[in-house]
């Protein structure tokens, strides 16, 4: 039996175009129509958003952790339905919980847990980020440099047997690490093969772009600079088209004005979108963590070693989209664009996520005027309220 419902007293943004008075109508987790909302069929049941907004819901291609649980410390079914429970809270519907660095083991564990997560439909569960080992050491960031290593051929059948598993899949990796030969063969796996922690040149990310690589992993961050005679991964990512960029949109892991450039910059068709490389205190008045048996501070938004070095963000989607909009000024629309339609873009969703359409998965988040969080929906259920 279908089950229809239509959501009203709120504008509806598509993705696109906003619409006012109008309603939201779901089908069995589906968008069905958006029509005038005094033109509703009888007997269809009605729910009231109460004013606010509607808008597609949030796409994160790169969350380690949240809710207390970082991944690479619990890579199990337990372990991603709390990631994504935690992250939903702040409009995120769909996600591709991150390994950072680690033993092959931890990796092949992780994968199983993935698939078993994905068998048993967890809410928001798309796939997974495998974020190295195969980077570069002199860009580790605070990746641990005795587990960083060049790929071999186990690990490309570990991640073959990925093929057709999730909705998404993404790895993170470096030049240094990976031969042109093997991004062929994990880009027609379908993995999103990312460029990132990596001190590679222009030509040699070219290559690399060239061999099936999609995205850059977290813009500015762990890569070669721009120069004006060596332009560098950011150089790379902003002159090549094909290239999509993530970008941690926290103020901190990138100058707000090195935004702006780069996103008045970036050439099409790929996109710059949201990341939040959150990790495992999200949602949680967690002071510290462990990561690969080493301490990492929370302090005044910043997540960081004992010598300082960055370890992921904390932060979460709405306030990145309040980011970009308040603070880089981009309009509300460009900023909901970059925590939806483009990340479904470079993650090939974008024929049913990142937009409220018919036929696309009833994905949404209500906001309230001033972007503050109301509820967050996947697949047509209420997920979350606020």
Not at 28 to 57: F, K
Not at 229 to 258: N, T
Not at 278 to 298: H, Q, V, W, Y
């Amino acid at each position: 039996m279908t089950t229809r419902k239509a959501l009203t007293g709120a504008r509806i943004f598509d993705g696109t175009f906003w619409h006012d008075d109008a309603a939201l109508i779901l089908a069995d987790g589906n968008v069905e129509a958006l029509q005038a909302a005094d033109r509703l069929p009888s007997g269809l049941e009605t729910i009231d958003a109460g004013g606010g907004m509607i808008v597609p819901g949030f796409i994160d291609l790169q969350v380690n952790g949240g809710g207390g649980v970082l991944l690479n410390e619990e890579p199990t079914v337990e372990g991603l339905t709390t990631i994504c429970a935690a992250h939903a809270r702040f409009g995120t519907t769909g996600l591709l919980p991150t390994l950072i660095t680690d033993a092959f083991e931890i990796t092949a564990k992780t994968i199983e847990a993935g698939k078993r997560a994905k068998a048993e439909r967890v809410p928001g569960f798309l796939g997974l980020h495998l974020e190295g080992p195969h980077l570069s050491v002199a860009r580790k960031g605070a990746h641990d440099p005795k587990l960083i290593r060049p790929m071999e051929e186990k690990d490309i059948e570990l991640m073959l047997s990925c093929r057709g598993k999730f909705d998404a899949m993404m790895i993170t990796v470096a030049p240094e690490s990976v031969t042109p030969e093997q991004v062929v063969r994990l880009a027609e796996a379908g993995f999103m093969v990312s460029l990132g922690h990596t001190d590679a040149a222009y030509e040699t990310v070219k290559t690399y772009a060239e061999a099936g690589a999609r995205t850059v992993t977290h813009l500015f961050n762990a890569m070669s600079p721009l120069g004006h005679r060596e332009p560098g991964v950011v150089g790379v990512a902003l002159d090549i088209g094909s290239l999509h960029a993530g970008i941690i949109a926290d103020g901190i892991h990138v100058h707000p004005a090195s935004m702006g450039v780069a996103l008045r910059a970036k050439k099409g068709p790929g996109k710059i979108f949201i990341v939040t490389d959150a990790m495992s205190p999200i949602g949680t008045d967690m002071k510290s963590f462990t990561l690969n048996g080493r301490e990492i501070l929370r302090r005044n938004g910043r997540l960081t070693l004992a010598d300082g070095t960055l370890a992921g963000a904390d932060i979460d989607m709405i306030t990145s989209v309040r980011f970009v909009h308040e603070t880089l000024g981009l309009p509300l629309e460009e900023a909901l664009r970059m925590a939806s339609a483009y990340p479904a873009e470079a993650a090939w969703l974008a024929d049913r996520k990142g937009a409220l359409k018919p036929g696309y998965d009833a994905d949404f988040v209500i906001l309230t005027d001033d972007l503050g969080m109301k509820s967050t929906w996947i697949g047509g259920q209420r997920v979350h309220q606020g």
